[in-house]
């Protein structure tokens, strides 16, 4: 199992992206200043580093050039605000492996933790998800495959299946989808999981996820 790093003060970005990181079975760990994270990546027990710039002690930038000066080549993705991009591209100095900017969608952030796990550690992937014989999908060209019939998604509808595909027979509260496809900076009080759900029926079947009352959605696991 990955062990993932997150460098990141702000509390509620921290545990954002640690809930979804552990939801996709990543091990993390937070550190909410720049010397616990330095200290923490410096032990070699991470494959990657989520690393926010803004951290109070060191700043991500003190941090990411103390583990190059060592020697760490561990991944680091940075994470910035949108109105220092430009700051912050020259002041990695090739030190960092990939950025983001705040505020950012958990799907982005997941697709480059996968990417950059999968370059450093070069490891066969997984392309096909499946929940018994007759539902699948195909994570390359993001179709699915319901009985018979190939379906199209949406973006977003593809993010919400492979969700779904990642936990059959759990049950995902509104809450976890929505920060898991939409990300923190959704309205919490907003419909629009159920809105998709409901595209998503619509496209593969009504039976294929299941309304748990007052607690939120499942993909049946097949009988
Ligand atoms: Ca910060």
């Given at each position: 199992?990955?062990?993932?790093?997150?460098?990141?003060?702000?509390?509620?970005?921290?545990?954002?992206?640690e809930?979804?990181?552990r939801?996709?079975?990543?091990?993390?760990?937070?550190?909410?200043?720049?010397?616990?994270?330095?200290?923490?990546?410096?032990?070699?027990?991470?494959?990657?580093?989520?690393?926010?710039i803004?951290?109070?002690g060191?700043?991500?930038?003190?941090?990411?050039?103390?583990?190059?000066?060592?020697?760490?080549?561990?991944?680091?993705?940075?994470?910035?605000?949108r109105?220092?991009v430009?700051?912050?591209?020259?002041?990695?100095?090739?030190?960092?492996?990939?950025?983001?900017?705040?505020?950012?969608?958990?799907?982005?952030?997941?697709?480059?933790v996968?990417?950059?796990?999968?370059?450093?550690?070069?490891?066969?992937?997984?392309?096909?998800?499946r929940?018994?014989?007759?539902?699948?999908?195909?994570?390359?060209?993001?179709?699915?495959?319901?009985?018979?019939?190939?379906?199209?998604l949406?973006?977003?509808?593809?993010?919400?299946?492979?969700?779904?595909l990642?936990?059959?027979?759990?049950?995902?509260?509104?809450?976890?989808?929505?920060?898991?496809?939409?990300?923190y900076?959704?309205?919490?009080?907003?419909?629009?999981?159920?809105?998709?759900?409901?595209?998503?029926?619509?496209?593969?079947?009504?039976?294929?996820?299941?309304?748990?009352?007052?607690?939120?959605?499942?993909?049946?696991?097949?009988?």
């Amino acid at each position: 199992m990955n062990r993932i790093l997150i460098a990141e003060d702000e509390e509620r970005i921290a545990s954002f992206v640690e809930k979804g990181l552990r939801a996709n079975g990543f091990n993390t760990t937070v550190a909410s200043d720049g010397d616990t994270a330095l200290d923490y990546a410096s032990t070699g027990a991470f494959d990657l580093v989520v690393l926010d710039i803004g951290l109070p002690g060191r700043d991500g930038f003190t941090v990411l050039r103390a583990l190059r000066e060592t020697r760490v080549t561990v991944p680091v993705i940075v994470l910035t605000a949108r109105d220092s991009v430009r700051d912050t591209v020259a002041g990695l100095e090739g030190g960092a492996d990939d950025w983001m900017t705040k505020p950012f969608r958990f799907e982005e952030l997941l697709a480059r933790v996968r990417l950059r796990l999968r370059t450093a550690a070069r490891a066969p992937e997984v392309t096909v998800l499946r929940c018994g014989d007759d539902l699948s999908l195909d994570l390359r060209t993001r179709r699915a495959r319901a009985g018979t019939a190939l379906v199209d998604l949406s973006a977003r509808e593809f993010v919400l299946l492979e969700l779904f595909l990642r936990h059959p027979g759990q049950v995902l509260s509104r809450e976890q989808i929505l920060s898991h496809v939409w990300g923190y900076d959704f309205d919490p009080g907003s419909n629009i999981v159920d809105v998709y759900v409901r595209a998503l029926r619509k496209k593969l079947g009504a039976h294929r996820v299941e309304t748990v009352r007052g607690m939120g959605y499942r993909l049946p696991h097949p009988t």
